[in-house]
């Protein structure tokens, strides 16, 4: 792990430089091993005594339970969830006619594809209008339009509420510079947060099912809402403020009619991120007893159903892809006018036409009940078939000897003795090393960040489920690294491979963390292998991604005079571009451990020895204490990465003059 | 209101960027200069400037970009805080001025066009122009009705539905000047208003500017770095450097008589004749004989009767009465000197 940090761009302490106190660390840790493996270590300075573990659990307990029942938060919160629940049982009539007031609906599913396709259509023309309507034809035909629908009922709540919250709070942070400084560190430690933290005190406090599904979904959403606002209303150009100022605008009116509109790209671009993240947790609020697809999935899953597990998959994707479309669609979609004197039917004939539609399909389904709904029996869900195939597949010799070859030989070869291996680095020893890659990659303040972080998990009692966590995370991404870097600088060659790469990346990103799982079992069954190999493709997409934006956004007139210079491809290649895109590379690395992070307690779920199976039992439970201290856990090594490669990429960028 | 008492007036005005400008202010040496207030890690935007504006006339204040001139205009507005000293508008200290007071002058009294327009890219041409009529609570009809009426006067009719990304510079700075001139502001502000559009448009703006000012005889104060577009445009000229006026006066004058080193390298490679007007060099004891010159002439357009006139001394008139002789040495002076 001794870095090569040859661009060490200040010195550290006077006598020895950043990188030389990082050997020194990484040459303690490493005779620390040594004496380990040779077994003349004291057991104390192997792992921390669990006399000496302080009861972190129990504190948090009874923290929580002073907040819940002597500060009264719990009757607050029960009453918020009659509210809450209000509107769930409301949205729940209208999309799948839960018996509830207002008592109109179900939609039927022929009225709602209309729509969905003439919003497609006003939005990004006819592909958009194909994608919306197919997306609920498939999803009806297939036999899922109830449960789809259990699933949108909660996001049409939850994705308003954390708009409208994430709306408030970013202006309050953009107006008031003491909310900026307040909520910045809670944002950044609550998107690190592991979803399965956002469960349980969403459970503990508004009830099982819908409510408290619906309370960590919005909570889950709101960070990016908040960015993106306070980041907009902080871009708004100064001399249309000073337009706003000199048209004599007061306060309320420069908010109003200045700061949101100008600011309307990025507030879109947070709503798409809003819906996207609540679609992803909604999924996986499953895990507590939330009715819907991801539900579902998790059943498909569990008893093995891998044909009816793929078909669930599809319309999580295709649902996920239509949103994401469409609400990209709208960020870009400017007014246009219209004449002088356009009448009234011409300016919003689009309204009309899918009005018009919305009736016709809901009239059509009074004497048409297939129009309305698709019973049992009717469908065409090829579940059976699906799984024969799959199951056929998997028979081809070919495939089985090399799933069985990766089985063995990766499991057996690499990734045991990997994770042995770093099992029996003393916690002392490694937390040394992790500040010595802090220090020469960044700096000071990140090893002291690293430093506090790592050792605070050690005292969490939880070091070698973390240590397996870290190991999940680092052999994916290194063999997302492996696999994805060369792929990524191929198609970074030519245009049209980039922009087919970018496409593929940009849809696979909108999906639902919970369906990578789905190709994983499929292959691998429940094992290792298959907890690596979900995260490996769930880490590869920002790596692609990154390294080909990376590589071609290298100034034009570099690469030309490389060219110029006599270079060959790879000439070029190794000492042009790669070292001007290491930065952007470097985001997608550090994108990629953040999305190992999250992946690796999702994949909890085939069954791990890792935080992430630890945090799903607290599910189970009313262990608040101990779910928080897990994910806090994760939580602190996943910032520890964070802080130190963006530090690095933050100075590197500056050294190199971009940006 | 008198006429000739100033509608803008600062005095000893200073506006000062950095951590507790009014401090330092107070407690600064007098006669620092500019990179002595850097050194000290202040930035002096404006410095001790004392200018009059009066009602009707065109001020130019021009500079090199970073010497001051939009944050001077930006103080008269206040849409900067001075730092020290006092700016009054239409007698009215502005600085003491409650913040609803303060809105009421924007909406009624002040226009402002700018650099890169500040159009909002969400409302239409027809929106944008009754958007400070629409501040103000006008009603929807008779702010309809003015905006049309302006937007009608800066040309731009038939592109009222239109957003600005579909108009072109030229056009989206129409839309901006319409913007200034709804409420019929009594003073108007121009931030380099064509800096961003090509020479070809700048020029047909120019005219156009021109035009708009003879009709509507406002209170201008009009900001460029372009010395050909200040003396076209300009009654007087106040050219700052470093957050300061160097000189403040007519363009012949400066051209004339130059005050500092600075000034005078400004204005050395512009083509005097063009901007030195007759009437400046008439000297009013001597008198001359036969046919006078018209005093408002340029020596440029009086050029080819210079060159061929033999008398010494050319009379020179204003309104058909003689104000005194040209020294055709002096004129020829000019004339000879470059370009």
């Known amino acids: 792990m001794a870095n090569a940090t040859t661009d060490t761009v200040s010195a550290g302490t006077p006598m020895l430089s950043r990188s030389q106190w990082s050997l020194v660390l990484v040459a303690v840790a490493i005779v620390l091993s040594i004496f380990q493996w040779s077994g003349i270590l004291p057991a104390w300075l192997h792992r921390i005594p669990e006399t000496a573990i302080p009861n972190f659990a129990g504190w948090l307990d009874a923290i929580f339970g002073f907040i819940k029942d002597d500060m009264g938060l719990l009757t607050l919160t029960r009453f918020l969830t009659e509210g809450l629940e209000w509107l769930l049982d409301a949205s729940g009539n209208i999309f799948f006619g839960k018996r509830r007031w207002p008592n109109i609906g179900p939609i039927p599913w022929t009225a709602m594809a209309a729509v969905a396709a003439v919003i497609g259509y006003y939005l990004g023309g006819w592909k958009l209008a194909l994608l919306g309507g197919g997306t609920m034809v498939w999803t009806a035909l297939i036999g899922q339009w109830s449960i789809a629908m259990q699933t949108m009922s909660v996001l049409a709540i939850a994705a308003p509420l954390a708009f409208v919250i994430g709306l408030s709070v970013g202006i309050a942070a953009w107006r008031y510079t003491w909310v900026d400084f307040v909520i910045k560190p809670i944002l950044s430690v609550l998107q690190t947060l592991p979803f399965f933290t956002y469960l349980l005190p969403a459970v503990i406090f508004f009830k099982v099912g819908p409510t408290a599904g619906a309370v960590a979904t919005t909570i889950y959403a709101i960070p990016p809402m908040i960015l993106m606002t306070s980041l907009g209303l902080q871009k708004v150009s100064p001399e249309v403020i000073e337009a706003g100022k000199m048209s004599g605008c007061s306060k309320f009116q420069m908010l109003r009619h200045v700061y949101i509109p100008s600011a309307r790209t990025e507030i879109l671009v947070g709503v798409n991120q809003v819906i996207m993240l609540c679609l992803a947790m909604v999924v996986l609020t499953a895990f507590i007893g939330m009715p819907g697809l991801g539900a579902k999935l998790l059943a498909m899953m569990g008893s093995f159903k891998l044909g009816r597990s793929f078909e669930i998959g599809v319309t999580i994707v295709l649902l996920a892809v239509m949103l994401d479309r469409m609400s990209k669609a709208w960020v870009v979609k400017q007014p246009e006018h219209f004449e002088r004197g356009t009448p009234f039917w011409k300016r919003h004939q689009m309204l009309l036409f899918g009005a018009a539609l919305f009736v016709g399909f809901t009239l059509l389904s009074l004497v048409m009940p297939l129009a309305a709904e698709i019973g049992r029996g009717q469908h065409f869900s090829q579940g059976k078939e699906l799984d024969n195939l799959i199951k056929g597949f998997l028979d081809i010799e070919a495939v089985k000897a090399t799933t069985g070859f990766l089985r063995a030989f990766l499991n057996v070869q690499i990734l045991i003795p990997f994770r042995n291996f770093m099992l029996s680095i003393p916690t002392p020893a490694f937390i040394m090393l992790v500040v010595a890659f802090a220090l020469a990659l960044a700096g000071r303040k990140q090893a002291i960040y690293a430093l506090i972080f790592f050792s605070l998990v050690a005292f969490s009692g939880w070091w070698d489920r973390s240590v397996i966590t870290l190991y999940s995370v680092i052999s994916a991404v290194t063999l997302a690294a492996l696999l994805g870097l060369p792929i990524a600088v191929l198609a970074a060659r030519s245009e049209k491979w980039s922009v087919r790469m970018l496409l593929v990346c940009d849809t696979a990103q909108t999906f639902p963390s919970f369906v990578y799982l789905i190709p994983a079992i499929m292959l691998f069954g429940i094992t290792d292998i298959a907890v690596i190999f979900s995260i490996l493709i769930f880490a590869m997409v920002p790596l692609i991604r990154y390294t080909i934006e990376g590589l071609r956004t290298v100034p034009p007139e570099m690469t030309e005079a490389a060219d110029m210079a006599g270079a060959t491809r790879m000439q070029k290649l190794v000492n042009v571009q790669i070292p001007l895109a290491l930065p952007t590379m470097a985001v997608g690395f550090n994108q990629a451990i953040m999305f190992a992070f999250f992946m690796v307690i999702i994949a909890a779920f085939i069954g791990t020895q890792d935080l992430g199976q630890e945090l799903q039992r607290t599910l189970a439970g009313t262990d608040l204490g101990k779910n928080f201290v897990l994910g806090i856990c994760v939580a602190l090594m996943a910032l520890t990465f964070d802080l130190t490669i963006m530090k690095w990429t933050a100075d590197k960028k500056r050294a190199l003059g971009l940006q | ?339």
């Open chain 2, 1 to 339: 209101m008198s006429t000739d008492s100033p509608v803008i007036s600062c005095k000893n005005v200073w506006k000062v960027f950095g951590n507790d400008p009014k401090k330092f202010l107070e407690n600064m040496t007098p006669g620092m200069s500019f990179d002595d207030i850097r050194a000290a890690g202040y930035i002096a935007g404006v410095k001790d400037v004392s200018i009059d504006v009066h009602k009707g006339e065109m001020l130019v204040i021009m500079g090199l970009s970073g010497s001051g001139k939009s944050t001077l205009v930006r103080c008269f507005s206040r849409l900067h805080d001075i730092t020290g000293g006092t700016i009054s508008v239409e007698g009215q200290d502005i600085m003491s001025l409650p913040e609803k007071e303060l809105i009421e002058l924007r909406r009624s009294k002040m226009g402002m066009v700018f650099q890169s327009f500040g159009l909002l890219p969400h409302r239409t041409v027809l929106e944008n122009v009754a958007f400070p009529l629409e501040m103000r609570g006008q009603d929807k009809h008779t702010r309809r009705e003015r905006a049309l009426e302006v937007v009608k006067l800066v040309g731009l009719e038939g592109r009222e539905e239109y957003f600005p990304r579909e108009l072109s510079g030229g056009q989206q700075q129409r839309v901006g000047i319409a913007r200034s001139l709804a409420i019929e502001p009594d003073i108007w502000f121009l931030d380099e208003p064509f800096s961003a559009l090509d020479p070809l448009i700048r020029k047909e703006m120019q005219d156009e500017f021109l035009r708009l000012q003879q009709l509507l005889n406002k209170t201008i104060v009009f900001i460029t770095h372009d010395f050909d577009e200040a003396l076209r445009l300009a009654d007087r000229i106040a050219i700052m450097k470093d957050g300061a006026v160097e000189q403040c006066d007519t363009p012949d004058q400066i051209v004339l008589h130059p005050a500092t080193e600075y000034v005078r390298k400004f204005t050395e490679d512009i083509d005097k004749a063009r901007v030195v007007h007759a009437g400046v060099l008439a000297i009013s004891d001597v008198q001359g004989e036969g046919d006078p010159v018209d005093a408002g002439a340029t020596i440029k357009q009086l050029a080819k009767q210079i060159v061929q006139d033999t008398r010494a001394v050319i009379p020179v008139a204003k309104d058909g009465k003689i104000i005194g002789g040209m020294n055709r040495d002096d004129a020829l002076t000019i004339l000879l000197e470059n370009g």
